[in-house]
C-alpha cells in the first residue's frame, strides 16, 4: 500500500535507516495501537536536524486516534506535577524539553546534542538521531497524508496486524549508537574504571578472604587517578566521598580488614554482580 510506505519512510528518517531502530519505532507504535492499556515504560527522544519532520510523526497518529489522545508542549513546566489535569486519558505526549517521569507514550524531539541525564543503569530511554531534512514535496505529500481517511486507515491497519505478541517494549529496548555517546557523556568516568576493575582482578589488587572478594580503597582511589591519566582524563578530580557512594549505591558493603597484621578499609565485592550492573 502506496500510503503506508510513505509513512513507514519517515520512520526510516526519523531512525536514521538503522534497522534495528527502525524496527522497535514500528512495534511501539504498533503497541500504542494495538495494546494503549500498557504502560511501554520507555520515553522515545528523537535528536533531530531541524526541519525534519517530527511534528508530522504526532500529526499522523494523532489523525488516526483523534486529537483529544495527545498532548504537545515545548515547555515542560506546563506538564510537570503531581497531576496535570491536561494529560488526563491521553496516550501520546510530544514536547521539546527534558523528560519528567511519566507513563504516557512520550516522544520527545530535541536539536540539542545532549538534553537529558542518562545515568548508567538507565532502563528507560530510546534515544534516536535522525536522518537529514529531504526536499519539500516529500512532506507535503506526508501533510496530506493527515487528511486522507483511506490513506490513515490502511496505515492502521497495517501497525494493527504486526504481530507484537512476544515484543515489550521496556525488554526489548535497543541501544542506539546515540543513546551510547550520550549515557558515556552523562556517565561518571568511575563506572567505566570499575567495569575493567572488575575484568581484571589481578591487575587491580582485588584480594579474597573468606570466600570473599575485595578490594582496598586506597588500591581503588590510588588505581583510579592512575587510569585517569592513562585515558586522558587529566582534567577530571577523583572525589574519593563520590566515590565510596557510588560503591555504596553499588551494593558494595565498606568494611574494615586484616592485611598483613594490619587494619585497613575496603569493600566486599559481587564481582559478577557488578559486571552485570556496569
Same mark, same amino acid.
Given at each position: 500500500?502506496?500510503?503506508?510506505?510513505?509513512?513507514?519512510?519517515?520512520?526510516?528518517?526519523?531512525?536514521?535507516?538503522?534497522?534495528?531502530?527502525?524496527?522497535?519505532?514500528?512495534?511501539?507504535?504498533?503497541?500504542?495501537?494495538?495494546?494503549?492499556?500498557?504502560?511501554?515504560?520507555?520515553?522515545?527522544?528523537?535528536?533531530?536536524?531541524?526541519?525534519?519532520?517530527?511534528?508530522?510523526?504526532?500529526?499522523?497518529?494523532?489523525?488516526?486516534?483523534?486529537?483529544?489522545?495527545?498532548?504537545?508542549?515545548?515547555?515542560?513546566?506546563?506538564?510537570?506535577?503531581?497531576?496535570?489535569?491536561?494529560?488526563?486519558?491521553?496516550?501520546?505526549?510530544?514536547?521539546?524539553?527534558? @523528560? %519528567? +517521569?511519566?507513563?504516557?507514550? /512520550?516522544?520527545?524531539?530535541? !536539536?540539542?546534542?545532549?538534553? $537529558? =541525564? &542518562? *545515568?548508567?543503569?538507565?532502563?528507560?530511554?530510546?534515544?534516536?538521531?535522525?536522518?537529514?531534512?529531504?526536499?519539500?514535496?516529500?512532506?507535503?505529500?506526508?501533510?496530506? @497524508? %493527515? +487528511?486522507?481517511?483511506?490513506? /490513515?486507515?490502511?496505515?492502521? !491497519?497495517?501497525?494493527?496486524? $504486526? =504481530? &507484537? *505478541?512476544?515484543?515489550?517494549?521496556?525488554?526489548?529496548?535497543?541501544?542506539?549508537?546515540?543513546?551510547?555517546?550520550?549515557?558515556?557523556?552523562?556517565?561518571?568516568?568511575?563506572?567505566?574504571?570499575?567495569?575493567?576493575?572488575?575484568?581484571?582482578?589481578?591487575?587491580?589488587?582485588?584480594?579474597?578472604?573468606?570466600?570473599?572478594?575485595?578490594?582496598?580503597?586506597?588500591?581503588?582511589?590510588?588505581?583510579?587517578?592512575?587510569?585517569?591519566?592513562?585515558?586522558?582524563?587529566?582534567?577530571?578530580?577523583?572525589?574519593?566521598?563520590?566515590?565510596?557512594?557510588?560503591?555504596?549505591?553499588?551494593?558494595?558493603?565498606?568494611?574494615?580488614?586484616?592485611?598483613?597484621?594490619?587494619?585497613?578499609?575496603?569493600?566486599?565485592?559481587?564481582?559478577?554482580?557488578?559486571?552485570?550492573?556496569?
Amino acid at each position: 500500500e502506496e500510503k503506508v510506505n510513505i509513512f513507514l519512510e519517515h520512520i526510516y528518517l526519523l531512525t536514521n535507516y538503522e534497522n534495528e531502530a527502525s524496527n522497535y519505532l514500528i512495534k511501539f507504535i504498533s503497541h500504542l495501537f494495538q495494546k494503549p492499556e500498557e504502560l511501554p515504560q520507555t520515553a522515545l527522544l528523537f535528536k533531530s536536524y531541524q526541519g525534519v519532520g517530527k511534528d508530522l510523526l504526532i500529526e499522523i497518529l494523532t489523525s488516526i486516534l483523534g486529537e483529544e489522545i495527545a498532548h504537545r508542549d515545548g515547555k515542560m513546566e506546563n506538564i510537570v506535577g503531581t497531576f496535570n489535569k491536561s494529560l488526563e486519558n491521553k496516550l501520546i505526549m510530544r514536547t521539546d524539553t527534558e @523528560l %519528567t +517521569k511519566n507513563y504516557l507514550r /512520550l516522544f520527545l524531539f530535541t !536539536n540539542n546534542l545532549n538534553p $537529558i =541525564d &542518562i *545515568s548508567s543503569d538507565d532502563r528507560r530511554y530510546l534515544v534516536f538521531q535522525t536522518g537529514k531534512p529531504k526536499e519539500k514535496d516529500y512532506y507535503k505529500i506526508l501533510a496530506r @497524508l %493527515t +487528511k486522507d481517511k483511506e490513506g /490513515l486507515q490502511s496505515i492502521f !491497519n497495517y501497525f494493527m496486524n $504486526i =504481530d &507484537i *505478541s512476544n515484543w515489550c517494549p521496556h525488554i526489548d529496548r535497543v541501544e542506539t549508537q546515540s543513546y551510547k555517546n550520550m549515557k558515556k557523556h552523562n556517565s561518571n568516568p568511575f563506572y567505566e574504571y570499575l567495569y575493567e576493575v572488575m575484568t581484571n582482578e589481578k591487575k587491580y589488587n582485588i584480594m579474597e578472604n573468606k570466600n570473599r572478594k575485595f578490594i582496598l580503597s586506597k588500591y581503588l582511589e590510588g588505581k583510579y587517578n592512575l587510569w585517569l591519566e592513562d585515558n586522558d582524563l587529566n582534567h577530571i578530580k577523583s572525589n574519593s566521598k563520590v566515590n565510596k557512594a557510588i560503591m555504596l549505591d553499588l551494593g558494595c558493603k565498606d568494611t574494615k580488614f586484616k592485611v598483613n597484621g594490619k587494619d585497613a578499609r575496603g569493600f566486599i565485592l559481587d564481582i559478577e554482580g557488578l559486571k552485570e550492573t556496569l
